[in-house]
């Protein structure tokens, strides 16, 4: 029954936005930060579900058609990422936006929740629309989601729906992992150590 009713949902998603029209737009709004304004709101995610060759993704023929858009999006818009940002770490800020569900409250609810003094606390889990998300970019736009060292996740009530990723990479220098330390850097380098070594002794009793 499960797996029907995720195909079920996950059809009808599909079905809405062939008929919506899928609309990405990319923005580089700095040198090392992206900005992914999509016009729907994508997908929470769904566990895995066991079928008759093993587990199988519910949201797989999904994930390909969003991450097709993104990358006609970026040959449309000539947009390409420098091939260090592919293994750099990244911050990813995720803002899911979605009109109050019809008859879901009176007028005055709907009049606040679109001023937004009513906030979107309800279902989905924050973490389930992220997941999808970086599902998508995984392998396109980053190399693996690990690399992700900060993730802000945001959902709220609007006119439009929308969901805006917004990617800032942060390049290391070369020269941070290799080479001899600088007099300067071992006297810090030092200083770093004994703290860490004070601290572990300092939780360690005989």
């Known amino acids: 029954m499960a797996k029907d009713r995720t195909s079920a949902v996950v059809k ?118 992220a997941k999808t998300p970086m599902d998508i970019m995984n392998q396109l736009i980053w190399y693996d989601d690990a690399q992700a060292y900060e993730l802000t996740i945001r959902k709220a009530y609007s006119i439009e729906e929308s969901t805006v990723i917004t990617v800032s990479f942060d390049p290391e220098d070369p020269t941070w992992r290799t080479g001899r330390l600088t007099p300067e850097e071992a006297t810090r380098h030092a200083e770093l150590l004994n703290l860490i070594e004070d601290r572990i002794w300092s939780t360690h009793t005989d």
């Open 12 to 129: 009808k998603e599909l079905d809405r936005l062939a008929e919506k029209g899928m609309a990405l737009s990319i923005s580089r709004l700095d040198p090392t930060t992206y900005k992914f304004d999509f016009n729907f709101e994508i997908m929470k995610y769904h566990r895995q579900r066991a079928g008759r060759f093993g587990q199988y993704d519910p949201l797989h023929k999904y994930k390909e058609i969003v991450k097709n858009l993104i990358q006609e999006s970026l040959r449309d818009q000539q947009i390409e990422l420098p091939e260090a940002y592919w293994t750099a770490p990244f911050r990813i800020k995720i803002e899911c936006s979605t009109p109050p569900k019809k008859g879901s409250g009176s007028k005055k609810s709907l009049l606040y929740k679109l001023l937004g003094y009513i906030k979107r606390s309800i279902y989905p889990d924050l973490d389930n629309l």
